[in-house]
Protein backbone atom coordinates (compact mmCIF):
# COMPACT_ATOMS: atom_id res chain seq x y z
CA UNK A 1 0.00 0.00 0.00
CA UNK A 2 2.43 2.40 0.84
CA UNK A 3 4.75 1.68 -2.13
CA UNK A 4 1.75 1.76 -4.39
CA UNK A 5 1.04 5.03 -2.97
CA UNK A 6 4.71 6.70 -3.07
CA UNK A 7 4.46 5.77 -6.88
CA UNK A 8 1.87 8.19 -7.40
CA UNK A 9 3.18 10.95 -6.10
CA UNK A 10 5.32 13.77 -7.75
CA UNK A 11 8.98 14.27 -7.23
CA UNK A 12 8.44 17.59 -5.12
CA UNK A 13 6.01 15.75 -3.12
CA UNK A 14 8.62 12.75 -2.41
CA UNK A 15 11.49 15.33 -1.86
CA UNK A 16 9.37 16.61 1.15
CA UNK A 17 8.07 13.18 2.55
CA UNK A 18 12.12 11.72 2.35
CA UNK A 19 12.81 15.02 4.57
CA UNK A 20 10.46 14.79 6.95
CA UNK A 21 11.42 11.86 9.42
CA UNK A 22 8.39 11.22 11.46
CA UNK A 23 6.21 10.22 8.74
CA UNK A 24 8.84 7.08 8.39
CA UNK A 25 10.21 6.59 11.76
CA UNK A 26 10.47 2.86 13.81
CA UNK A 27 8.39 3.22 16.84
CA UNK A 28 11.38 3.15 19.01
CA UNK A 29 12.72 6.16 17.02
CA UNK A 30 8.34 7.81 17.31
CA UNK A 31 7.93 11.32 19.78
CA UNK A 32 5.93 10.33 23.16
CA UNK A 33 5.62 13.18 25.70
CA UNK A 34 5.27 10.21 28.55
CA UNK A 35 8.11 9.24 30.63
CA UNK A 36 8.10 6.03 33.31
CA UNK A 37 6.25 7.63 35.26
CA UNK A 38 3.38 8.65 32.94
CA UNK A 39 4.30 12.13 33.05
CA UNK A 40 6.76 14.27 31.26
CA UNK A 41 10.57 13.45 30.80
CA UNK A 42 13.30 14.59 31.24
CA UNK A 43 15.84 12.05 29.72
CA UNK A 44 15.21 9.89 26.80
CA UNK A 45 16.88 6.69 26.63
CA UNK A 46 17.45 5.06 23.25
CA UNK A 47 18.77 1.36 23.44
CA UNK A 48 19.68 -0.42 20.57
CA UNK A 49 21.60 -2.67 19.14
CA UNK A 50 24.31 -1.48 16.19
CA UNK A 51 23.01 -0.04 13.08
CA UNK A 52 19.46 0.27 14.58
CA UNK A 53 19.13 3.63 13.68
CA UNK A 54 20.11 5.91 16.86
CA UNK A 55 22.15 8.11 15.39
CA UNK A 56 19.74 9.32 12.79
CA UNK A 57 17.42 9.75 15.56
CA UNK A 58 20.02 11.66 17.81
CA UNK A 59 20.51 13.92 14.65
CA UNK A 60 16.95 14.21 13.33
CA UNK A 61 15.77 15.28 17.12
CA UNK A 62 18.08 17.91 17.07
CA UNK A 63 17.42 19.59 13.83
CA UNK A 64 13.67 19.21 15.15
CA UNK A 65 14.59 21.33 18.34
CA UNK A 66 16.23 23.57 15.90
CA UNK A 67 12.90 24.58 13.72
CA UNK A 68 10.59 23.60 16.44
CA UNK A 69 9.26 21.24 14.21
CA UNK A 70 6.39 18.96 15.95
CA UNK A 71 5.65 16.32 16.52
CA UNK A 72 9.48 16.52 18.59
CA UNK A 73 9.60 20.09 19.36
CA UNK A 74 6.90 22.85 19.70
CA UNK A 75 9.61 25.95 19.94
CA UNK A 76 12.89 26.60 18.32
CA UNK A 77 15.86 25.74 20.72
CA UNK A 78 18.74 27.81 20.16
CA UNK A 79 21.58 26.39 22.17
CA UNK A 80 22.12 22.52 22.36
CA UNK A 81 25.01 20.34 23.58
CA UNK A 82 26.28 17.69 21.23
CA UNK A 83 28.26 15.31 23.36
CA UNK A 84 29.98 12.38 21.86
CA UNK A 85 32.79 9.55 23.35
CA UNK A 86 35.48 11.73 22.02
CA UNK A 87 36.08 15.07 20.03
CA UNK A 88 36.50 13.09 16.63
CA UNK A 89 34.11 9.97 17.07
CA UNK A 90 31.72 13.57 17.78
CA UNK A 91 32.46 15.16 14.04
CA UNK A 92 33.12 11.35 12.04
CA UNK A 93 29.37 10.19 13.55
CA UNK A 94 26.99 12.59 14.88
CA UNK A 95 27.77 15.52 12.58
CA UNK A 96 29.48 14.45 9.43
CA UNK A 97 28.83 10.52 9.47
CA UNK A 98 26.16 8.72 7.27
CA UNK A 99 23.21 9.79 9.36
CA UNK A 100 24.86 12.89 11.25
CA UNK A 101 23.78 16.32 11.35
CA UNK A 102 25.56 17.78 8.61
CA UNK A 103 23.81 14.87 6.31
CA UNK A 104 20.65 14.87 6.80
CA UNK A 105 19.67 18.50 7.24
CA UNK A 106 17.78 20.14 3.41
CA UNK A 107 21.15 22.38 2.11
CA UNK A 108 18.67 25.29 3.08
CA UNK A 109 18.53 24.72 6.42
CA UNK A 110 22.07 22.64 7.01
CA UNK A 111 24.76 24.08 9.54
CA UNK A 112 27.77 25.58 9.43
CA UNK A 113 30.83 23.67 11.14
CA UNK A 114 33.27 25.73 12.92
CA UNK A 115 36.15 23.48 13.90
CA UNK A 116 38.19 25.87 15.56
CA UNK A 117 34.89 26.49 18.07
CA UNK A 118 33.62 23.19 18.27
CA UNK A 119 30.63 24.37 17.00
CA UNK A 120 27.31 24.16 14.65
CA UNK A 121 25.90 27.62 13.53
CA UNK A 122 22.30 26.75 11.94
CA UNK A 123 20.77 29.96 9.38
CA UNK A 124 18.50 30.64 12.21
CA UNK A 125 20.91 31.65 14.60
CA UNK A 126 20.76 28.30 16.31
CA UNK A 127 24.12 26.71 17.94
CA UNK A 128 25.04 23.15 18.62
CA UNK A 129 28.27 23.35 21.08
CA UNK A 130 30.29 19.90 20.66
CA UNK A 131 32.16 18.66 23.50
CA UNK A 132 33.69 15.21 24.46
CA UNK A 133 33.41 12.79 27.02
CA UNK A 134 37.44 12.53 27.74
CA UNK A 135 37.12 16.22 28.92
CA UNK A 136 34.45 16.55 31.53
CA UNK A 137 35.36 19.86 32.36
CA UNK A 138 34.80 21.56 28.79
CA UNK A 139 31.15 21.24 30.16
CA UNK A 140 31.72 23.39 33.18
CA UNK A 141 30.23 26.86 32.01
CA UNK A 142 27.85 26.77 28.86
CA UNK A 143 24.43 26.53 29.78
CA UNK A 144 22.02 24.73 26.61
CA UNK A 145 18.08 23.58 26.50
CA UNK A 146 18.58 20.44 25.09
CA UNK A 147 21.63 18.08 24.85
CA UNK A 148 21.96 14.84 22.65
CA UNK A 149 24.64 12.57 24.44
CA UNK A 150 26.02 9.61 21.98
CA UNK A 151 27.02 6.17 23.09
CA UNK A 152 26.98 6.83 27.13
CA UNK A 153 27.64 3.72 27.85
CA UNK A 154 31.45 4.08 26.16
CA UNK A 155 32.24 7.44 28.00
CA UNK A 156 35.61 7.19 29.05
CA UNK A 157 34.63 9.56 32.08
CA UNK A 158 30.77 9.01 32.37
CA UNK A 159 29.70 9.78 35.68
CA UNK A 160 31.78 13.45 35.25
CA UNK A 161 30.88 14.37 32.24
CA UNK A 162 27.14 13.42 33.02
CA UNK A 163 26.83 15.43 36.07
CA UNK A 164 28.60 18.22 34.29
CA UNK A 165 26.29 18.57 31.35
CA UNK A 166 23.01 18.10 33.97
CA UNK A 167 24.66 21.33 35.88
CA UNK A 168 24.30 23.10 31.81
CA UNK A 169 20.72 22.28 31.44
CA UNK A 170 19.38 25.22 32.77
CA UNK A 171 17.87 27.02 29.85
CA UNK A 172 13.96 27.35 28.73
CA UNK A 173 10.96 25.84 30.54
CA UNK A 174 11.43 21.97 30.25
CA UNK A 175 15.41 21.00 28.94
CA UNK A 176 15.63 18.05 28.00
CA UNK A 177 18.39 15.51 27.01
CA UNK A 178 18.21 12.30 24.40
CA UNK A 179 20.94 9.22 25.33
CA UNK A 180 21.57 7.09 22.56
CA UNK A 181 23.50 4.23 23.28
CA UNK A 182 24.38 0.70 22.93
CA UNK A 183 23.53 -0.92 26.72
CA UNK A 184 25.95 -1.82 29.60
CA UNK A 185 24.92 -2.89 32.73
CA UNK A 186 27.12 0.34 33.91
CA UNK A 187 25.68 2.20 37.46
CA UNK A 188 24.64 5.46 35.42
CA UNK A 189 22.24 3.52 32.95
CA UNK A 190 20.61 1.51 35.69
CA UNK A 191 20.03 5.13 37.49
CA UNK A 192 18.63 6.50 34.31
CA UNK A 193 16.45 3.31 33.59
CA UNK A 194 15.13 3.34 36.96
CA UNK A 195 14.44 7.38 36.78
CA UNK A 196 11.19 8.53 36.31
CA UNK A 197 12.02 11.24 34.63
CA UNK A 198 13.29 9.39 32.08
CA UNK A 199 10.95 7.68 29.01
CA UNK A 200 12.83 3.95 27.83
CA UNK A 201 12.67 2.92 24.04
CA UNK A 202 15.02 -0.15 22.89
CA UNK A 203 15.36 -1.65 19.75
CA UNK A 204 17.67 -4.59 18.36
CA UNK A 205 19.81 -3.89 14.72
CA UNK A 206 17.11 -6.16 13.31
CA UNK A 207 14.46 -3.26 13.83
CA UNK A 208 15.96 -1.37 10.90
CA UNK A 209 16.85 -3.67 8.58
CA UNK A 210 15.81 -2.48 5.41
CA UNK A 211 18.37 0.04 5.58
CA UNK A 212 21.31 -2.44 6.28
CA UNK A 213 23.44 -4.30 4.24
CA UNK A 214 22.35 -7.87 3.76
CA UNK A 215 26.34 -9.15 3.90
CA UNK A 216 26.30 -7.70 7.40
CA UNK A 217 23.36 -9.60 8.89
CA UNK A 218 25.10 -12.82 6.76
CA UNK A 219 28.65 -12.15 8.72
CA UNK A 220 28.09 -10.32 11.57
CA UNK A 221 24.33 -11.11 12.58
CA UNK A 222 24.93 -14.90 11.55
CA UNK A 223 27.97 -14.88 13.84
CA UNK A 224 26.68 -13.44 17.00
CA UNK A 225 23.21 -14.06 17.20
CA UNK A 226 22.37 -15.26 20.70
CA UNK A 227 25.58 -14.82 22.53
CA UNK A 228 26.32 -12.56 25.16
CA UNK A 229 28.26 -10.13 22.98
CA UNK A 230 25.26 -10.43 20.19
CA UNK A 231 22.26 -10.02 22.66
CA UNK A 232 24.33 -6.85 23.46
CA UNK A 233 25.31 -5.53 20.60
CA UNK A 234 22.76 -6.41 17.95
CA UNK A 235 19.82 -6.79 20.70
CA UNK A 236 20.32 -4.02 22.45
CA UNK A 237 20.05 -5.66 25.70
CA UNK A 238 21.19 -5.10 29.02
CA UNK A 239 23.36 -8.12 29.83
CA UNK A 240 24.40 -8.33 33.86
CA UNK A 241 27.37 -9.93 34.55
CA UNK A 242 28.52 -13.83 33.86
CA UNK A 243 28.32 -15.64 37.11
CA UNK A 244 31.56 -17.33 37.05
CA UNK A 245 33.40 -14.61 35.30
CA UNK A 246 36.74 -13.24 37.54
CA UNK A 247 35.54 -9.68 37.45
CA UNK A 248 32.07 -7.61 38.22
CA UNK A 249 30.70 -4.20 37.19
CA UNK A 250 30.47 -3.85 40.76
CA UNK A 251 34.34 -4.26 41.74
CA UNK A 252 35.24 -2.64 38.00
CA UNK A 253 33.09 0.71 39.32
CA UNK A 254 34.52 0.29 42.35
CA UNK A 255 38.13 0.91 41.31
CA UNK A 256 37.76 3.86 38.69
CA UNK A 257 39.72 7.45 39.36
CA UNK A 258 39.79 10.60 37.24
CA UNK A 259 43.75 10.61 37.61
CA UNK A 260 46.69 8.51 38.59
CA UNK A 261 49.05 9.58 41.09
CA UNK A 262 52.62 9.63 40.53
CA UNK A 263 53.84 6.21 38.86
CA UNK A 264 57.34 4.42 39.22
CA UNK A 265 56.64 2.47 36.69
CA UNK A 266 54.60 2.35 33.42
CA UNK A 267 54.62 -0.36 30.53
CA UNK A 268 52.99 -0.59 27.10
CA UNK A 269 52.22 -4.61 26.97
CA UNK A 270 51.28 -5.82 23.67
CA UNK A 271 48.92 -9.32 23.00
CA UNK A 272 49.94 -9.56 18.86
CA UNK A 273 47.23 -11.19 16.66
CA UNK A 274 48.57 -14.79 14.74
CA UNK A 275 47.36 -12.91 11.68
CA UNK A 276 46.19 -9.00 10.52
CA UNK A 277 43.56 -10.38 7.66
CA UNK A 278 39.92 -9.66 7.97
CA UNK A 279 38.39 -11.07 11.48
CA UNK A 280 41.22 -12.08 12.89
CA UNK A 281 41.64 -11.17 16.64
CA UNK A 282 42.51 -7.77 17.73
CA UNK A 283 45.90 -6.82 18.65
CA UNK A 284 45.77 -6.46 22.41
CA UNK A 285 47.10 -2.47 23.45
CA UNK A 286 47.36 -1.52 27.28
CA UNK A 287 49.15 0.91 29.03
CA UNK A 288 49.66 -0.16 32.95
CA UNK A 289 51.49 1.68 35.87
CA UNK A 290 52.64 0.89 39.38
CA UNK A 291 53.02 3.39 41.81
CA UNK A 292 55.33 3.89 44.70
CA UNK A 293 52.40 2.44 47.10
CA UNK A 294 52.28 -0.64 44.92
CA UNK A 295 48.95 -0.09 43.72
CA UNK A 296 48.45 -0.71 39.77
CA UNK A 297 46.59 1.55 37.47
CA UNK A 298 44.98 0.97 33.71
CA UNK A 299 45.72 3.96 32.13
CA UNK A 300 44.79 2.68 28.55
CA UNK A 301 43.27 0.61 26.25
CA UNK A 302 44.68 1.02 22.53
CA UNK A 303 43.54 -2.07 21.07
CA UNK A 304 42.51 -2.96 17.55
CA UNK A 305 41.59 -5.27 14.84
CA UNK A 306 42.83 -5.27 11.67
CA UNK A 307 46.70 -4.08 12.21
CA UNK A 308 49.08 -5.06 10.18
CA UNK A 309 52.65 -5.79 12.67
CA UNK A 310 54.00 -2.77 11.50
CA UNK A 311 50.60 -1.11 12.09
CA UNK A 312 50.72 -2.67 15.96
CA UNK A 313 53.97 -2.08 16.29
CA UNK A 314 54.48 1.41 15.61
CA UNK A 315 51.09 2.20 17.46
CA UNK A 316 53.11 0.10 20.42
CA UNK A 317 55.76 2.65 19.97
CA UNK A 318 54.02 5.87 19.95
CA UNK A 319 52.33 4.95 23.00
CA UNK A 320 55.39 4.49 24.64
CA UNK A 321 57.05 7.59 24.01
CA UNK A 322 53.30 9.60 25.26
CA UNK A 323 53.55 7.86 28.42
CA UNK A 324 57.17 7.75 28.95
CA UNK A 325 56.69 4.02 29.97
CA UNK A 326 59.90 2.30 30.79
CA UNK A 327 59.72 -0.58 28.47
CA UNK A 328 57.28 -2.48 26.37
CA UNK A 329 56.02 -6.20 27.39
CA UNK A 330 55.07 -8.28 24.36
CA UNK A 331 53.83 -11.42 24.44
CA UNK A 332 55.82 -13.93 21.72
CA UNK A 333 54.18 -17.30 22.18
CA UNK A 334 53.14 -16.91 18.31
CA UNK A 335 56.08 -15.72 16.24
CA UNK A 336 58.39 -14.74 18.44
CA UNK A 337 60.98 -13.66 16.00
CA UNK A 338 58.57 -11.91 14.10
CA UNK A 339 57.35 -9.56 17.42
CA UNK A 340 60.58 -8.77 18.28
CA UNK A 341 61.94 -8.09 14.91
CA UNK A 342 59.08 -6.04 13.73
CA UNK A 343 59.43 -3.92 16.87
CA UNK A 344 63.31 -3.39 16.68
CA UNK A 345 62.42 -2.29 12.98
CA UNK A 346 60.51 0.44 14.29
CA UNK A 347 62.84 1.58 17.29
CA UNK A 348 65.63 -0.78 18.06
CA UNK A 349 66.52 1.42 21.31
CA UNK A 350 63.28 1.17 23.02
CA UNK A 351 63.47 -1.44 26.26
CA UNK A 352 61.39 -4.62 25.80
CA UNK A 353 60.49 -7.93 27.28
CA UNK A 354 59.39 -10.63 25.78
CA UNK A 355 56.98 -12.77 27.85
CA UNK A 356 56.06 -16.32 27.38
CA UNK A 357 52.56 -18.23 28.33
CA UNK A 358 52.99 -21.22 30.13
CA UNK A 359 49.94 -21.24 31.81
CA UNK A 360 46.22 -21.10 30.43
CA UNK A 361 44.99 -17.61 30.37
CA UNK A 362 42.58 -17.99 32.90
CA UNK A 363 45.05 -19.20 35.80
CA UNK A 364 47.29 -16.41 34.50
CA UNK A 365 44.40 -14.04 35.26
CA UNK A 366 43.78 -15.05 38.83
CA UNK A 367 46.20 -13.03 40.63
CA UNK A 368 45.32 -10.52 38.81
CA UNK A 369 41.83 -10.33 39.67
CA UNK A 370 42.41 -11.02 43.14
CA UNK A 371 44.38 -7.66 42.81
CA UNK A 372 41.18 -6.42 41.90
CA UNK A 373 39.26 -7.60 44.72
CA UNK A 374 41.49 -6.01 47.30
CA UNK A 375 41.49 -2.89 45.51
CA UNK A 376 44.75 -2.29 44.42
CA UNK A 377 43.93 -1.83 40.53
CA UNK A 378 42.49 1.17 39.44
CA UNK A 379 40.98 2.21 35.92
CA UNK A 380 42.01 5.16 34.97
CA UNK A 381 38.80 6.55 33.46
CA UNK A 382 36.43 4.02 31.62
CA UNK A 383 37.33 1.18 28.86
CA UNK A 384 34.43 -0.36 27.71
CA UNK A 385 35.30 -2.84 25.51
CA UNK A 386 38.21 -3.93 27.93
CA UNK A 387 35.48 -4.13 30.68
CA UNK A 388 33.31 -6.21 28.93
CA UNK A 389 36.11 -8.51 28.63
CA UNK A 390 36.75 -9.01 32.20
CA UNK A 391 33.11 -9.27 32.98
CA UNK A 392 32.70 -12.26 30.49
CA UNK A 393 35.63 -13.87 31.11
CA UNK A 394 35.28 -17.13 33.06
CA UNK A 395 36.72 -21.01 32.79
CA UNK A 396 36.04 -21.96 28.76
CA UNK A 397 37.08 -17.52 28.46
CA UNK A 398 34.61 -15.69 26.69
CA UNK A 399 31.27 -16.63 25.85
CA UNK A 400 31.62 -15.80 22.60
CA UNK A 401 34.48 -18.04 21.73
CA UNK A 402 37.10 -15.19 20.45
CA UNK A 403 40.03 -14.53 22.02
CA UNK A 404 40.17 -11.92 24.93
CA UNK A 405 42.85 -10.28 23.67
CA UNK A 406 42.57 -6.84 25.89
CA UNK A 407 41.98 -8.74 29.12
CA UNK A 408 45.57 -10.67 27.76
CA UNK A 409 47.17 -7.61 27.46
CA UNK A 410 46.12 -5.93 30.53
CA UNK A 411 46.91 -8.89 32.53
CA UNK A 412 50.45 -8.98 31.04
CA UNK A 413 50.96 -5.82 31.88
CA UNK A 414 50.25 -5.65 35.73
CA UNK A 415 52.01 -8.82 35.80
CA UNK A 416 55.04 -7.19 34.47
CA UNK A 417 54.72 -4.65 37.17
CA UNK A 418 54.51 -7.17 39.95
CA UNK A 419 57.91 -8.37 39.68
CA UNK A 420 60.34 -7.14 41.50
CA UNK A 421 61.16 -7.70 45.55
CA UNK A 422 57.30 -6.89 46.83
CA UNK A 423 55.70 -9.09 44.04
CA UNK A 424 56.10 -12.63 42.74
CA UNK A 425 55.28 -13.24 38.86
CA UNK A 426 56.58 -14.98 35.85
CA UNK A 427 60.02 -15.00 34.65
CA UNK A 428 60.34 -12.17 31.71
CA UNK A 429 63.02 -12.54 30.06
CA UNK A 430 64.52 -9.33 28.43
CA UNK A 431 65.33 -8.91 24.24
Known amino acids: MTEAFLQTQAARTLLRLDQDFAAF????????AIGNNGGPWTTWLMLGGRGAGKTRTGAEWVRALVHGTPPYATRPHGRIALVGETMHDARAVMLEGESGLLRICPHAERPTWIASRKRLEWPNGAIGEVFSAEEPAALRGPQFEAAWCDELAKWRYAEATFDMLQFGLRLGRHPRQLITTTPRPLPLIKRLLADPRTRVTRAPTSANKDYL???FFEAVVGRYAGTRMGRQELDGELIEDRPDALWSRAVI??????EPPALS???VAIDPPGTSRKGADACGLVVTGRSESGWFYVLEDASAAGLSPSAW?????ALYRRYNANNIVAEVNMGGEMVRAVLREVDHT??????????GKYMRAEPVAALYEQGKVKHVGCFPDLEDEMCDFGVE??????????LDAMVWGITSLMTGP??????????
Not at 25 to 32: F, N, P, R
Not at 253 to 258: G, L, T
Not at 313 to 317: C, D, G, Q, S, V
Not at 422 to 431: C, E, V
Open 265 to 267: KIV
Open 422 to 431: TFGGPRIRLL
Open 397 to 406: GLSSGRSPDR
Open 25 to 32: AHSHQEHA
Open 253 to 258: EACRVI
Open 313 to 317: ANKAM
Open 213 to 215: SPA
Open 350 to 359: VPIKEVHATR
